[in-house]
């Protein structure tokens, strides 16, 4: 293995691995530096891939249980088998991140095994898993793409097993009596759902007084009374003071934000799911002078360069929206600025997607965001009770909003919370990367029946001329 290279990686993520076949693609000798036994970063080993699996593997379970009589299939009452569901779940990972090693030896990058520190611009040293002599690569630059981690809670001490992540929700050999969920975001109900399918009581404990915060605030109040409809209990504007576990459980410490009586929750397993933090420690950044934001992430400009001449950071680590999709965009984007090519990521084109069933999907601005720039809008909703594949699919839980510029019907932001949702929202990232009008997605003939006939209609509402409503 050579010592030198054009770039090294830090983190074999989606940002790191998909910036590392991009620079090879492009000529540059690589190697990635992973810490992990297998490539692929949280988001393929424990976030995205087998929460999907998890999300996708209950779904089909709640359908079984409840939804395939309705066309007139008798199954019976189904049986879950948890540990058959993990090894499903494993070898759904396994077998992504072996395609990742191969993809690797096809452009002929060096994966490098070990845990990276930055001693100087230019150098990356690699001290190997289990102990060893640090192996010191020399290049001409280093990327940063080491992601994020679950942001700890005062009072609230992680061990995986009764107090856990999403890395440990997403490996519970059996369904908790009671899951608590602190955090309304978009993993805890996530993996709350996956949870509450397979059977378990689920009681999501919110500081604010909303879940998904950030998303448009309509939406967000429908898609929490549809999670409720499933039979999700919500506890919002309450601060969790602390967690003890026992032998039989733990006991969740809580009390009103505004103040008020505390009070004590007894949960099975609890997932602290309240965000992620940047992931830098250990990489040796503050002696190399590389600036921080208060948030802890990596300052960069717009080529993904820190402050220091030859380092460079993506993805989690950088500010921005953590999302996997935009890692890999800057990934692409930052490589091909290094070999001389031209390029940015524009973020408020990054869809946001949150797995539930039905799924919200969101791009854009909402509409506070755009009351509060000032800005004069139209909106067009249409409804999925409307859609004929959703009224076919007995699925028709949700809608789609599109926000368009009052002068110039030019689109500014969708947010669907319906089936396939996270599909749906591509067409209108589509068109507001063109510039697109409401009445460019309005005129485009859409196939019958689909579910995206739903985007056409919201299109035509916006300015007043929806059909099946």
Same mark, same amino acid.
């Given at each position: 293995?050579?010592? #030198?290279?054009?770039? !090294?990686?830090?983190?074999?993520?989606? +940002?790191?691995?998909?910036?590392?076949?991009?620079?090879?693609?492009?000529?540059?000798?690589?190697? %990635?530096? $992973?810490?992990?036994?297998?490539?692929?970063?949280? %988001?393929?080993?424990?976030?995205?891939?087998? #929460?999907?699996?998890?999300?996708?593997? #209950?779904?089909?379970? !709640?359908?079984? $249980?409840?939804?395939?009589?309705?066309?007139?299939?008798?199954?019976?009452?189904?049986?879950?088998?948890?540990?058959?569901?993990? &090894?499903?779940?494993?070898?759904? !990972?396994?077998?992504?991140?072996?395609?990742?090693?191969?993809?690797?030896?096809?452009?002929?990058?060096?994966?490098?095994?070990?845990?990276?520190?930055? @001693?100087?611009?230019?150098?990356?040293?690699?001290?190997?898993?289990?102990?060893?002599?640090?192996?010191?690569?020399? %290049?001409?630059?280093? /990327? =940063?793409?080491?992601?994020?981690?679950?942001?700890?809670?005062?009072?609230?001490?992680?061990?995986?097993?009764?107090?856990?992540?999403?890395?440990?929700?997403?490996?519970?050999?059996?369904?908790?009596?009671?899951?608590?969920?602190?955090?309304?975001?978009?993993?805890?109900? &996530?993996?709350?759902?996956?949870?509450?399918?397979?059977?378990?009581?689920?009681?999501?404990?919110?500081?604010?007084?909303?879940?998904?915060?950030?998303?448009?605030?309509?939406?967000?109040?429908?898609?929490?009374?549809?999670?409720?409809?499933?039979?999700?209990?919500?506890?919002?504007?309450?601060?969790?003071?602390?967690?003890? #576990?026992?032998?039989? +459980?733990?006991?969740?410490?809580?009390?009103?934000?505004?103040?008020?009586?505390?009070?004590?929750?007894?949960?099975?397993?609890?997932?602290?799911?309240?965000?992620?933090?940047?992931?830098?420690?250990?990489?040796?950044?503050?002696?190399?002078?590389?600036?921080?934001?208060?948030?802890?992430?990596?300052?960069?400009?717009?080529?993904?360069?820190?402050?220091?001449?030859?380092?460079?950071?993506?993805?989690?680590?950088?500010?921005?929206?953590? /999302?996997?999709?935009?890692?890999?965009?800057?990934?692409?984007? %930052?490589?091909?600025?290094?070999?001389?090519?031209?390029?940015?990521?524009?973020? *408020? /084109?990054?869809?946001? =997607?949150?797995?539930?069933? @039905?799924?919200?999907?969101?791009?854009?601005?909402?509409?506070?965001?755009?009351?509060?720039?000032?800005?004069?809008?139209?909106? +067009?909703?249409?409804?999925?009770?409307?859609?004929?594949?959703?009224?076919? *699919?007995?699925?028709? &839980?949700?809608?789609?909003?599109?926000?368009?510029?009052?002068?110039?019907?030019?689109?500014?932001?969708?947010?669907?919370?319906?089936?396939?949702?996270?599909?749906?929202?591509? &067409? =209108?990232?589509?068109?507001?990367?063109?510039?697109?009008?409401?009445?460019?997605?309005?005129?485009?003939?859409?196939?019958?029946?689909?579910?995206?006939?739903?985007?056409?209609?919201?299109?035509?509402?916006?300015?007043?001329?929806?059909?099946?409503?």
């Amino acid at each position: 293995m050579p010592d #030198s290279y054009d770039l !090294v990686v830090i983190g074999a993520g989606p +940002g790191g691995y998909v910036a590392a076949i991009r620079a090879a693609q492009l000529g540059m000798k690589v190697a %990635c530096v $992973e810490k992990r036994a297998a490539l692929g970063g949280t %988001c393929l080993n424990v976030g995205c891939i087998p #929460s999907k699996a998890l999300l996708n593997a #209950s779904h089909k379970f !709640v359908e079984a $249980e409840h939804h395939l009589a309705d066309f007139g299939i008798e199954v019976g009452k189904p049986k879950l088998d948890v540990k058959k569901l993990m &090894e499903t779940k494993t070898g759904i !990972v396994t077998g992504l991140t072996d395609g990742i090693a191969f993809l690797f030896k096809k452009h002929k990058i060096d994966w490098v095994q070990g845990t990276a520190t930055i @001693p100087a611009a230019g150098k990356v040293e690699v001290t190997p898993n289990g102990g060893g002599k640090p192996q010191m690569l020399a %290049c001409e630059r280093i /990327l =940063i793409a080491t992601g994020s981690e679950s942001t700890p809670l005062p009072g609230v001490e992680v061990d995986e097993k009764r107090i856990v992540t999403s890395t440990g929700a997403l490996d519970l050999t059996k369904v908790p009596g009671h899951l608590v969920v602190i955090g309304g975001g978009v993993i805890g109900l &996530e993996l709350g759902s996956v949870w509450k399918r397979l059977g378990a009581k689920v009681t999501v404990v919110e500081f604010l007084d909303r879940i998904v915060p950030g998303t448009d605030t309509d939406t967000a109040k429908r898609f929490q009374r549809v999670l409720a409809k499933q039979g999700i209990e919500f506890k919002l504007s309450t601060k969790v003071t602390g967690a003890k #576990s026992g032998k039989s +459980g733990v006991t969740l410490s809580m009390e009103p934000v505004k103040g008020g009586d505390a009070e004590e929750m007894a949960a099975d397993v609890v997932l602290l799911a309240i965000g992620r933090r940047p992931l830098t420690a250990g990489l040796g950044l503050e002696a190399l002078g590389v600036e921080l934001d208060k948030r802890g992430a990596i300052v960069v400009d717009a080529d993904f360069e820190s402050s220091v001449k030859g380092i460079f950071a993506i993805g989690d680590v950088i500010p921005g929206p953590m /999302l996997a999709h935009k890692a890999e965009e800057d990934g692409v984007v %930052c490589a091909e600025i290094m070999a001389g090519q031209s390029g940015h990521v524009d973020y *408020n /084109l990054v869809p946001g =997607i949150v797995y539930t069933w @039905p799924e919200l999907a969101t791009v854009g601005q909402t509409e506070e965001q755009l009351k509060a720039a000032g800005v004069e809008y139209r909106k +067009g909703v249409f409804p999925f009770t409307a859609n004929s594949r959703a009224r076919a *699919n007995l699925d028709t &839980e949700g809608q789609i909003k599109i926000l368009a510029d009052a002068k110039t019907d030019r689109i500014l932001g969708a947010h669907i919370l319906g089936p396939d949702a996270g599909t749906l929202i591509h &067409e =209108i990232c589509m068109a507001m990367a063109f510039g697109g009008s409401s009445e460019d997605v309005a005129r485009m003939c859409h196939g019958h029946p689909t579910l995206s006939e739903g985007v056409k209609e919201a299109a035509l509402a916006v300015d007043g001329r929806p059909i099946h409503i």
